[in-house]
T-cell receptor
């Protein structure tokens, strides 16, 4: 599975959009991009995943660049409860049974 | 976290005792993963099981740790003769399709 690079930390004002970037320049055509978050010591929470098209659900939007070498997770209206560590993970389509490898993630602080 | 149940939520064991951690994934989720998170560290994969089979145990310590996921009942992570270094949060995740859903974890404290 391809390696990902994320900023260590980010701040966001409450009510504003939080845009969390992820670089995955070595991604191959059969690899999905997944996003999870972990809110202070709780279990990781699935947010969204995509292959090449942009995706949106009730939690967030995932924008994947045309060359698929990077993506951005967008929380449209961040709240204090969105303060968490956000993980961007790449995993092969054929390896759906494989483990998720968590990196260091981005620590997002939403401030009032 | 979507109905993945882990128990107990907190477990205290003395050095040398055994710890048993249970994970009941959502109904229909036949794949289970266990992760460990040491204090102030990231999530580390331990083992991946499918009903009655261990698929990938590359992250399991070679001694004292074992895992099972029987045909009936929860998945069990067993740690024998616990040591202080085993103190951590242990998370399990269940999967049926492409997404894995995590439980709230068991916090093991070895005293």
């Amino acid at each position: 599975d391809a390696k990902t690079t994320q900023p260590t930390s980010m701040d966001c004002a409450e009510g504003r959009a939080a845009n969390l970037p992820c670089n995955h320049s070595t991604i191959s055509g059969n690899e999905y991009v997944y996003w999870y978050r972990q809110i202070h010591s709780q279990g990781p929470q699935y947010i969204i995943h995509g292959l090449k098209n942009n995706e949106t659900n009730e939690m967030a939007s995932l924008i994947i660049t045309e060359d698929r070498k990077s993506s951005t997770l967008i929380l449209p209206h961040a709240t204090l409860r969105d303060t968490a560590v956000y993980y961007c993970i790449v995993r092969a389509v054929y390896n759906q049974g494989g483990k998720l490898i968590f990196g260091q993630g981005t620590e997002l602080s939403v401030k009032p | 976290n979507a109905g993945v149940m882990q128990n107990p939520r907190h477990l205290v064991r003395r050095r040398g005792q055994e710890a048993r951690l249970r994970c009941s994934p959502m109904k229909g989720h036949s794949h289970v993963y266990w992760y460990r998170q040491l204090p102030e560290e990231g999530l580390k994969f331990m083992v991946y099981l499918q009903k009655e089979n261990i698929i990938d145990e590359s992250g399991m310590p070679k001694e004292r740790f074992s895992a099972e996921f029987p045909k009936e009942g929860p998945s069990i992570l067993r740690i024998q003769q616990v040591v202080r270094g085993d103190s951590a949060a242990y998370f399990c995740a269940g999967r049926a399709g492409t997404e894995a859903f995590f439980g709230q974890g068991t916090r093991l404290t070895v005293v």
